[in-house]
């Protein structure tokens, strides 16, 4: 397939490192949550939110911005240019991505009391030299990225959580047989952190390989289009870089800010209600640890989508190609939905299984939150996703004035909810995904605004909604089958689980929410609708 029409196949590229890396990183959590405890989770929870902020306001938008940039300068022929922001975007990265690991390992000990954990302050300063690392990572993956290459960038990821899993499990084992002052739960969650800086380092290695690697065959693809000859000046395109990653870093910050203000507020409110610290961790941590990792597993695709969909859409409007822009976002958001909606239903169906599966007895509140908050796998897929488009058609503003509006929506609300009922955990569910809900509704206004994009509903959510409860309910009743006939619960969830994949998308093509142009589209679709054709789904 050709660049220009490779973007579904890359996107499901790093779609899937996304699932494999979030399936890893679930993995790793059981043996570290077993070692270090539902405390020390806590604590690590705590950590990684402030962490989060710290990367956002820093180099988290670097690689974005990068991809969307050399995207659109390529499209020009200024190959030139697009090396020069290369150049100038690896050294500013850099530089505020040293200047920020400083500043959170100084500071870490009042950050991590004005949390209202204390404890959190040991893995905090662990963490903070991976904002550097990254931050020189996130723009050789933006290079890649805006030469609508996502493979550098998914196997970094995927080198990146397999080196993180080992290291994480072993040095929480590690430090907690350490002689210290600190507790034991603070000790594994600062060994816990420990791997995502090993990892770190590791995928930057794996990156830095493989630029050279592919420098001289990237400039060999270059010298085959017809180049501008014109050298844009270095301040000209560090004031270029800044300017695109400024809306970014606020719509990506306003975003984790909503995390990192639950993460405040449950501790401070439940605080003053007399909940201990230790009980306050471990109540965040079935929420944070269990429930959010576990929904944001398939928001991993509608991430992925929205990276690859960014220098494609940027360099399609550039060249004043709407039509071509719509059907790019029509195409993304319904293999997008056709993914996240029954993802949603499988979650909220099997809360309880999934979670004895991976937590063993320790995720029951997890579950009870799993089976109403599982929603919150459509409204994010569908929030990333858009943001990405509108940022991927210069309307880089938007993202962060619906951030913003949803935030201030968000902020009385769990107040109220945590302040005067006994909701907690749910109270955090709850808010999560309206504030997520606001941002789609708010995105979906702006493109009907910008681009007059008109989203197809019955074959996009309709369709996909009704086949997920119809498989939810058949995979149900194959797990309660299997469970009466004796057979493990471990065993029968993985089973129902697998058996509701093919079903879902039989009774997909049945209702005809999927055709065979559309399949054609997809990678390998060719090969998947003569399948299909012989299996009488599809004439």
């Not at 429930?291 to 928001?299: D, G, H, R, S």
Request: proline share 3%; hydrophobic share 50%; aromatic share 10%.
């Amino acid at each position: 397939m050709s660049k220009k029409n490779n973007y579904l196949t890359q996107g499901l590229i790093l779609a899937v490192a996304g699932i494999v890396t979030r399936f890893i990183g679930m993995l790793y959590r059981i043996p570290l949550t077993n070692i270090v405890g539902s405390e020390g989770m806590g604590y690590y929870s705590t950590a990684y939110e402030v962490y989060n902020i710290a990367l956002l306001v820093s180099t988290y938008s670097i690689p974005v911005a990068i991809s969307k940039i050399i995207s659109a300068l390529n499209a020009q022929g200024r190959f030139a240019d697009g090396k020069r922001v290369f150049r100038v975007g690896l050294i500013f990265s850099s530089m505020a991505g040293l200047v920020v690991s400083l500043v959170l390992v100084i500071f870490a000990d009042p950050i991590a009391a004005a949390m209202g954990y204390p404890s959190a302050a040991l893995p905090l300063k662990v963490l903070s030299p991976t904002i550097f690392v990254f931050s020189c990572m996130g723009v050789i993956r933006g290079l890649f990225q805006g030469r609508r290459n996502m493979v550098p960038t998914a196997v970094s990821q995927v080198v990146e959580q397999i080196v993180n899993a080992v290291v994480s499990v072993v040095s929480a084992v590690f430090f907690m047989k350490a002689v210290s002052d600190y507790s034991e739960a603070t000790l594994g969650a600062a060994g816990g952190t420990m791997g995502t800086l090993a990892g770190a380092v590791a995928g930057l290695v794996f990156l830095i390989a493989f630029f050279f690697v592919r420098r001289k065959k990237d400039s060999q693809e270059d010298s085959e289009v017809e180049a501008v000859d014109t050298v844009t000046p270095y301040k000209s395109l560090l004031k270029l870089l800044i300017a695109t990653m400024i809306p970014i870093i606020l719509s990506q910050t306003i975003y984790q800010l909503s995390g990192i203000t639950d993460d405040f507020m449950f501790g401070r409110i439940l605080g003053s209600k007399g909940v201990t610290e230790s009980s306050r961790a471990v109540l965040f941590e079935a929420y944070a640890n269990k429930y959010k990792w576990l929904y944001n597993m398939p928001v991993a695709i509608a991430s992925a989508f929205g990276v690859s969909i960014v220098p494609v859409l940027s360099s399609a409007f550039t060249s004043k190609d709407i039509d071509g822009v719509k059907e790019k976002i029509g195409s993304t958001v319904k293999l997008n939905m056709m993914i996240a909606i029954p993802a949603a239903a499988g979650l909220s169906f099997f809360a309880g299984p999934i979670m004895k599966l991976f937590f063993r007895g320790d995720g029951e509140l997890a579950a009870k939150i799993l089976v109403w908050g599982g929603v919150a796998v459509v409204v994010f897929a569908y929030s990333t996703l858009t943001n990405g488009v509108l940022q991927g058609i210069n309307k880089l503003k938007l993202p962060v004035i619906h951030s913003g509006l949803s935030l201030i929506i968000h902020i009385p609300l769990l107040f109220a909810l945590l302040y005067l009922t006994d909701l907690d955990e749910y109270a955090l569910m709850i808010c999560n995904i309206l504030y997520a809900l606001v941002v789609c509704v708010l995105n979906y206004r702006a493109l009907r605004k910008e681009i007059s994009y008109r989203q197809e509903l019955k074959k996009t959510f309709l369709i996909p909604l009704i086949c997920s409860l119809l498989m939810g309910l058949f995979g149900r009743v194959v797990y309660q089958l299997l469970v009466k006939l004796g057979v493990y619960v471990s065993v029968s969830s993985v089973i129902a689980i697998v058996v509701c994949i093919p079903v879902y998308f039989v009774i997909l093509i049945v209702l005809k929410g999927v055709g065979r142009e559309e399949l054609s589209k997809l990678p390998m679709g060719n090969r998947i609708c003569k399948l299909f054709v012989k299996l009488r789904l599809l004439k």
